[in-house]
């Protein structure tokens, strides 16, 4: 059996409480941070397309999805998201702040492979990096995407 440190690789363990504090912290500030001004800006032409998406009907919902190539999980997940919290800017575009926010574990958790640094550094960076930010404050599926495939 291999050396983890000749091969580079550390050990994976489970988040222990720190681990588990830190990321806590760094969700609910995410969170706060792609809040902060959601509703400043109206929407714009492909946040409306969401808008109007989230008030059809599955099968007519799907079908617009379907003429225009764009994945359905998006926006079956939004259209129940909308009926809890709104179809208005803030609304729908909480969920892209939340699933941004979300973020911040599978990245953590990815670092955490390398070390405790690695995965702090690589969890701040997501909690402020602007560009995640913005797409956190978009009615859109970027948010979502990032998550998914972070995870």
Partial sequence: MEDDRETGSVPISRPDRSDLILISIL???AFIFRMLFISRESFWIDEVMTSLRS???IH???RSIAERDHL???YLVIH???GIFGSGEAGLRSFSALSGALTI???YL???RFSRRTAALAALIACFLPVLIYFGQEAKMYSLLILLSSS
């Fill in 27 to 29: 969700v609910i500030l």
């Fill in 55 to 57: 008030g059809y009907g």
């Fill in 80 to 82: 129940v998201w909308a």
């Fill in 72 to 74: 359905p999980l998006y």
């Fill in 60 to 62: 007519e919902m799907l």
């Fill in 110 to 112: 990815l670092g955490r």
């Fill in 105 to 107: 574990i599978p990245l």
